[in-house]
């Protein structure tokens, strides 16, 4: 099972309304079981406490329901956990990154970096706005929700779907080591690195079982 979690300031205006997209947008897929979806704050101001009302309103008219959510601050084992930590804003980004562990800062990050019309974007935080204020937020909820869902399972890809992995193929957070050299790999035709970053494999260097340069007069190996 994956896991998500999407983090604002009090738990009660934008992640409540990721949680509740999300997890309507994941069940008319079918694929509800397969994912947790959580969401938390980072101070606790409003700990305890029902999403605020007119978030609860606004997103009723779209038929999500926030009803059964309560507010809650992210806590340590929130970071060890959840495969991804989505924050709605950068202010949050910073405030997870100073009291994550080391081994989990990979997970957080920016949610509308999944999105496309608003990709890249701080959500405002509505509380004590208008009607139209948490319209706006559910406008770029549902965009970084509908990235996040359209995303292949297993997904090989990043938040630009190609670079970095995803939630939604979560391995640990573990790049995968560099492709070992040799003649197999260069059969194949395959472009690899050496154990460095470094392409002194293309010769076929370093790999078992071929040879190696001579020693030169300094007494090292001779370097590309």
């Given at each position: 099972m994956?896991?998500?979690?999407?983090?604002?300031?009090?738990?009660?205006?934008?992640?409540?309304?990721?949680?509740?997209v999300?997890?309507?947008?994941?069940?008319?897929?079918?694929?509800?079981?397969?994912?947790?979806?959580?969401?938390?704050?980072?101070?606790?101001?409003?700990?305890?406490?029902?999403?605020?009302p007119?978030?609860?309103?606004?997103a009723?008219?779209?038929?999500?329901?926030?009803?059964?959510?309560?507010?809650?601050?992210?806590?340590?084992?929130?970071?060890?956990h959840?495969?991804?930590?989505?924050?709605?804003?950068?202010?949050?980004?910073?405030?997870?990154?100073?009291?994550?562990?080391?081994?989990?800062?990979?997970?957080?990050?920016?949610?509308?970096?999944?999105?496309?019309?608003?990709?890249?974007?701080?959500?405002?935080?509505?509380?004590?706005?208008?009607?139209?204020?948490?319209?706006?937020?559910?406008?770029?909820?549902?965009?970084?929700?509908?990235?996040?869902?359209?995303?292949?399972?297993?997904?090989?890809?990043s938040?630009?779907?190609?670079?970095?992995?995803g939630?939604?193929?979560?391995?640990?957070?573990?790049?995968?080591?560099?492709?070992?050299?040799?003649?197999?790999?260069?059969?194949?035709?395959?472009?690899?690195?050496?154990?460095?970053?470094?392409?002194?494999?293309?010769?076929?260097?370093?790999?078992?079982?071929?040879?190696?340069?001579?020693?030169?007069?300094?007494?090292?190996?001779?370097?590309?």
């Amino acid at each position: 099972m994956r896991s998500i979690l999407f983090v604002c300031t009090a738990n009660i205006c934008r992640s409540p309304t990721a949680e509740g997209v999300l997890k309507k947008l994941l069940a008319s897929q079918g694929a509800a079981e397969r994912f947790q979806v959580d969401s938390a704050g980072t101070h606790e101001y409003h700990v305890g406490k029902p999403p605020f009302p007119l978030a609860v309103e606004r997103a009723k008219l779209r038929g999500y329901d926030l009803t059964q959510m309560v507010a809650r601050r992210i806590r340590g084992d929130d970071f060890e956990h959840f495969d991804a930590i989505l924050g709605m804003g950068r202010e949050h980004l910073a405030h997870l990154r100073q009291i994550a562990p080391t081994r989990c800062k990979h997970k957080i990050e920016l949610f509308l970096d999944y999105g496309d019309k608003f990709h890249g974007e701080d959500i405002p935080d509505p509380y004590g706005g208008q009607a139209k204020d948490f319209d706006l937020v559910l406008d770029m909820v549902e965009d970084g929700c509908k990235g996040l869902a359209g995303v292949p399972v297993p997904w090989t890809g990043s938040v630009d779907r190609f670079r970095r992995p995803g939630p939604f193929s979560w391995r640990g957070g573990r790049r995968p080591r560099a492709r070992a050299c040799g003649p197999t790999s260069r059969a194949r035709g395959r472009p690899w690195r050496g154990r460095r970053g470094s392409r002194r494999c293309r010769a076929g260097e370093g790999a078992p079982g071929w040879p190696r340069r001579a020693p030169s007069s300094r007494g090292r190996g001779a370097r590309r």
